[in-house]
């Protein structure tokens, strides 16, 4: 009795257990099949639109650049005329007259005169005062006055020479410019003295003496 009781126990727990794997073997296919399609179309779908998007994108870029560079160039062209108009009617400024540039010259000197405590020719004043007088007397060789007030701005800006050379061309002077003249004669007859060139410190004596005789040239005459 007890061990009919016990086949059918067995015999009912393997028929349970037979039930349940065929269940869950059947349940499986059900469920993944659906998920499988479902993932490649939504994958096809997606990688499309995706690929079409860029292709426009790159093509509306490349279509702008080309419309801006073409715009670009006329503006360039264009503007090249009105810069050769501008200089074209650009004129030179007229020279100063003679008349003027005497004015210069002793409005240059007054200046000078103020900025500077000892004058000479290498101070900005003094020198555009000098040059401007040389302008002027180089304009009208003849006008004495021009060429009398170049000959004092030289000596008294202590150019030497050029103040010796151009009281002797003006020929017959009053007796202010007889001192001028003097003066320029007795530094150039110092300095040739000073390099041992008594010759020459000698001529410049006798002119200086027969200009305005001074202190200075008789002391200089002495060391002779």
Known sequence: MKKT????????????????TTTD????PAVTAPATDTSTTDTATDTTTDTTTDTTTTDTTTTDTTTTDTTAAPAATTAA???MSAQSVATPAAPMSAADSYAKAQEYAVQADVAYPVPFYDRT???AS???????????????????YLAQLYTKTQ???NAYNAWNRLGDLNDTEKQWASLSAAKLAYIALQRGDKATASAYVA??????????LQAIKKRL
């Open 5 to 20: 009781l016990m086949l059918t126990a067995f015999a009912l727990a393997s028929l349970a257990a037979a039930q349940t």
């Open 25 to 28: 073997t059947t349940a499986v």
């Open 81 to 83: 005329p009105a810069t």
């Open 125 to 127: 004043l003094w020198k």
């Open 130 to 148: 000098v040059d401007q007088a040389y302008l002027a007397a180089s304009a009208e060789a003849g006008n004495r006055d021009y060429n009398a």
């Open 159 to 161: 150019w030497w020479i």
């Open 207 to 216: 002119k200086g003496q027969a200009w305005a005789d001074s202190p200075s």
